[in-house]
């Protein structure tokens, strides 16, 4: 029997986050969308993860990546932007992706405005990470390592 390791983690930005770099620095520092993703890709690959890649800006095209996932990744790091907080379509889509899941935010979204707080993901996620920046992503990264693991 051949051992395949459960090491693909699908990492999914939504909506406005291709314009970092441009976005408030004083939430989400300078670092460009590619230069996180480098980052990220270099950090999972330090935990013998690898990584796979997907931005878009359209709330469908985030769904319809989420329903094409079963078999191809073994875990997810997501920041679907401000979709975050309302779009059940979202939460619907990663339900049933049924991987374990980890939400990422750059900034502190509990100490932004009240809307912000609000998470319609959360509950499906094994862990949220928020208000750490980059080094937030490594943080994700290390819990489904571990999780991944345990399983
Ligand atoms: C964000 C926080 C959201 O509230 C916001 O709408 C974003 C980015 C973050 O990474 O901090 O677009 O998800």
Redesign the pocket.
């Known amino acids: 029997m051949t051992f395949s390791p459960r090491n693909r983690i699908e990492v999914m930005h939504?909506?406005?986050?291709d314009q970092l770099g441009r976005r408030a620095s004083e939430?989400?520092g300078d670092m460009t969308l590619t230069e996180l993703e480098t980052r990220i890709s270099t950090e999972a690959g330090d935990l013998g993860l690898l990584t796979r890649f997907f931005h878009t800006n359209q709330e469908g095209d985030f769904v319809e990546h989420l329903h094409r996932l079963e078999g191809l990744a073994d875990g997810i790091v997501l920041?679907?932007?401000?979709w975050?907080?309302y779009s059940y379509a979202i939460r619907d889509a990663l339900e049933l992706a049924a991987l374990p899941a980890v939400e990422?935010?750059?900034?502190d979204?509990d100490n932004?405005e009240e809307w912000?707080r609000r998470s319609v993901i959360g509950e499906l996620c094994i862990a949220r990470v928020?208000g750490k920046g980059p080094p937030g992503y490594r943080e994700a990264l290390e819990r489904l390592h571990t999780e991944l693991s345990e399983e």
């Open positions: 939504g909506v406005n986050l939430h989400y920041n679907p932007g401000a975050t907080h990422v935010h750059l900034s979204v932004r912000r928020a």
